[in-house]
């Protein structure tokens, strides 16, 4: 970075913005001039004010659900309370506040949200997936006659997985919890996924977040492919994933990539 | 696309393009004659959002509105944010890129919002270097815009017209000239919008924003939430009087209303346009 009277403008000021508590404007107030209707102190509190408040109507795209459950006044003050700590941001806002859940964690720990809470952290975990599903990267389509050519030539596969794939095991019912919350989720696909699936998995839920086309889906799975595609995604090769997973490959293998969630294979493993 | 950009009609009034109004423009193809884009808002790759877009490209020229560059920043060019406006564009062909005058980020913080930094000779250089740089790398000229501010520095050796005039003469970028901000700074800091726009290269304005402020009682926020006032109508008529015909925007990023009431906006400045270029004819 260059070092020159802009350079210490421009970190004096960021300096006076970001200061939690906000004490740190006392060395560049002197050097902004007193308009006629707004002081240096004023201007400094209104520019924090707009740049916390994009971050927090970001929070409130990217977590409807927890913003539903939490109410609107305890959502702000929630939210406030973590762009205050979060004096780095993000350059694109899309991508903002993935630690959003972590946040809410510290706040169970720390007795500042009730137990009744205690999903949340899941849930918004669940969301954040959910809304980068829709700005991921679409696949490629997947080459089954790339894929026998390398599986009968012995070679190591490594599969590639969709883009726009979350996974998520919680012990909560988060999946029953997000389609009470989550606004206008019309969805055929996700209205389909009848609540008698959730029943059925009693202990640890493993939810899928996936876009297909267009509009993300979240999907209840077995363990069973849950931890196939968890391999996946550790760098697993197929055989070391067949290896280790317990389950019916025939089955398993053809119903994620029906599904998309595995899209093709990896070149460069 | 990869095609020619479209040109924006002069004397023209397009709206920003907001993911809710999408599907109903699509649809019905209402009579705009061209629409702002968002860069930030649009930059996935895949899913809905290049579709939909590239769909409104078939039917409309784009102008493509961009708040990452950091012009006035001292942080590195951000790269890979470059990278992107020149896939947008290499994309959608847009008819003009803009960016505005001010800094986003500065070391590991980044603000989304714009901030003023001050009019300096060292300033000058610093910027004028840097849009000489995104110029180079887009392979076009870019607009730079004036901003709304909230504090003005003590060690500014120019004012933001002069500023401006000699970015425009140093760089050959053009203007982006925002009324709104214009009168949200006289409102504000007490000096005089119209003086303002006198002073400005007005032959190098490629585009005009027209947007809605939150009057706070004692200042007004730049909030683009609201219906322009008459205040910034009455300072737009001031511009047009000396015969310039800039497309013209209405921008409105918060609170956003239906499609409906962007177009009725975008119809009374296409009437004050119309009034305004019928007077000048007569008196010219």
């Not at chain 2, 209402?30 to 579709?51: C, K, S, Y």
């Amino acid at each position: 970075m260059m070092s020159t009277v802009l350079a210490q403008h421009l970190s004096e000021f960021t300096r006076a913005l970001t200061a939690n508590p906000p004490d740190g404007d006392d060395g560049f107030a002197p050097r902004l001039m007193n308009s006629s209707r707004i002081s240096p102190r004023l201007a400094l509190e209104i520019y924090r004010n707009n740049t916390r408040g994009t971050r927090i109507k970001a929070l409130e795209m990217i977590y409807p659900a927890c913003k539903r459950i939490l109410g609107n006044d305890t959502f702000q003050a929630v939210a406030r309370g973590y762009v205050i700590e979060d004096t780095v941001g993000a350059a694109d806002l899309n991508h903002y506040a993935e630690t959003f859940s972590q946040y809410l964690g510290v706040l169970l720990d720390a007795d500042r949200l009730a137990d009744d809470y205690a999903y949340l952290p899941d849930l918004a975990s669940l969301e954040f997936k959910f809304h980068a599903a829709y700005y991921a990267d679409s696949d490629s389509v997947f080459d089954f006659e790339l894929f026998e050519h390398k599986v009968k030539s012995g070679e190591q596969v490594y599969l590639q997985l969709s883009a726009s794939l979350g996974m998520l095991a919680s012990r909560y019912p988060l999946y029953k919890i997000w389609l009470h919350n989550h606004p206008g989720l019309d969805t055929a696909k996700n209205k389909s996924n009848s609540e008698h699936e959730v029943e059925a998995i009693t202990a640890i839920q493993y939810l899928l977040i996936h876009r297909d086309e267009y509009i993300p889906a979240v999907s209840p799975v077995s363990d069973h492919e849950y931890r196939v595609l968890e391999a996946i995604d550790r760098k697993h090769s197929l055989q070391a994933v067949i290896n280790r997973i317990d389950c019916d490959i025939n089955v398993v293998f053809p119903k994620l990539i029906a599904n998309k969630y595995i899209v093709g294979i990896k070149h460069n493993e | 696309m990869n095609g020619q950009p479209a040109g924006l009609p002069q004397n023209s009034v397009g709206v920003g393009l907001r993911s809710l109004h999408i599907e109903r423009i699509l649809n019905e193809k209402p009579d705009a004659p061209w629409f702002e884009v968002l860069m930030d808002n649009h930059t996935a790759q895949g899913g809905l959002i290049p579709r939909q877009l590239a769909a409104v490209r078939e039917h409309y020229p784009l102008s493509l509105h961009c708040v990452g560059m950091s012009l006035g920043g001292v942080n590195p060019l951000d790269m890979p944010y470059l990278e992107t406006v020149k896939r947008m564009i290499h994309a959608y062909c847009p008819a003009q890129i803009s960016d505005h005058l001010c800094f986003t980020h500065h070391g590991s913080h980044h603000f989304n919002d714009l901030l003023p930094f001050p009019f300096t000779s060292e300033s000058l250089n610093h910027v004028s270097g840097r849009i000489d740089q995104v110029q180079d790398y887009l392979g076009t000229r870019i607009l730079v815009e004036n901003v709304s501010t909230y504090l003005q520095f003590q060690g500014s050796e120019m004012n933001e017209a002069e500023f401006m005039k000699a970015l425009v003469d140093r760089t050959g970028c053009g203007i982006l000239l925002d009324i709104n901000n214009a009168y949200v700074n006289q409102f504000n800091h007490g000096y005089s919008a119209k003086a303002f726009i006198d002073n400005m290269p007005i032959e190098h304005v490629s585009e005009v924003h027209l947007a809605g402020f939150e009057d706070k009682t004692d200042y007004l926020i730049d909030a683009h939430n609201n219906r322009v006032s008459n205040a910034v109508w009455e300072l737009f008529e001031y511009y047009l009087q000396f015969g310039h015909s800039a497309p013209v925007l209405i921008e409105w990023d918060s609170d956003i209303p239906g499609l409906d009431v962007l177009l009725d906006e975008a119809a009374r400045a296409q009437q004050i346009i119309l009034r305004s270029s019928e007077t000048v004819t007569r008196y010219a």
